[in-house]
């Protein structure tokens, strides 16, 4: 059964469609995004179409793709420094009453260096000079040698992808390397200052160097008087694994769910660290954010409606993430108490009886100041599929078939893994 993709906004350089539900976004499969965008126009091409940002197999809406590399560093850029405006319907089970949540101080505040710019703008202030590190061939094949004690000869190919800028993936792969390179410089300059110290450090039982630059005293003349260094630090211990949905939501406090003053009635945020499960593609929330890998992440919810569904009460809300971490919006309702229609990654098995998890993509705006002779932005909405009738929810939910079977429910995010919500 063929499904028309709806095209929310288009130029030469990039492409903003309604994903429907329960489609992968790429692989070797019958159904995908980019099988689908080739069906509908056929002057495509499968590989010229590149990923700019991903969402959930079994969420829906708003998705933008590159059809030229231009096009898609741009995208992307935007979307790394966190230019992207973003807004995602969802249904909730039970009824969502913000009144009742405890009121604080909205403090969460996003440091990175595009939302500053963009706050000094709407404040009518200059904003300030931003300048970007990169990495360079020169540069990388130089950091690689100091710090790997690789020979600085020619790079090899895989080293110039890392620091390629033509297509989506090389851009992933140029940020990857310079996190990498980031990270590891670290990590070597405080292993080598943690030896210098214990090689300066008196060890219990080593002997005292002689003054006169004779034989030590006390010295080991047995022929293997080494010093003894004392053992390495043992590595952190991974986060313990969760065993139920209770321990990936973790405890719910003032802190974490709360109204703030000044906000819409109907208004509150969950502004939680998230983290990954050690061996699961899951994610839990860590009050704490204790263990590496831990980010802050902050939604905003608002309630639209409140109604039924199949018997049971449900809400509908408006989310607008903060941040962009992975199922942070499923993660984050969860936590709230809230868990998604449908969801059987988060909601368990008894979510199979629903016909989709009820998470879509409403809204999306691109900047695309970085492509030259474009410049402005690329925005699209998409329809509402959670509409109401007398109070009971009535969700459009498209069929995707592929050739000789069912495109999968809403049970198959579990089973194909995870992507990013945005």
Known sequence: EDVDLEVLARNEHLIMISKPPDVRMDGDFDVTVGRLLVHNFPELRLEDI????????????????????GGARAASSAFERRAVEKQYLAVVHGHVHPASLPQRLHDFKETRPAKRKAHAAAAGGAPPVRERASVTEENFRLARAALEGVPAGDMTVAERELCGLDGFHAVRDHRRARRYLHSFAQGRTARQQRRLEHQSRPVEGQPEPAEDGGEARGADTSGDGGRQLPPPAPAPAPPPRPTSL???AGERSPQTVYRAPGAAPETFFVC???????????????PQASHPGDRAACTEVEVLQRGTYMGGPVTKVLLKPTTGRRHQLRVHLLHAGHVIVGDTTYGGREQDAYPRMMLHAWTLRVPLDGLEGVGGCLQGRTQDPFGFVRGELTPHVPVVR??????????DAERWGAAVEG
């Open 50 to 69: 590149k990923l700019v940002h991903q969402l959930d197999y079994a969420t829906s809406g708003a998705l933008l793709l590159g059809l030229t590399s």
């Open 246 to 248: 209770e321990e990936l």
């Open 272 to 286: 939680v660290p998230i983290g990954e499960v050690p061996g699961d593609f899951r994610m839990r929330v860590s």
């Open 402 to 411: 592929a050739r000789g079977g069912a495109g999968g429910g809403a049970g």
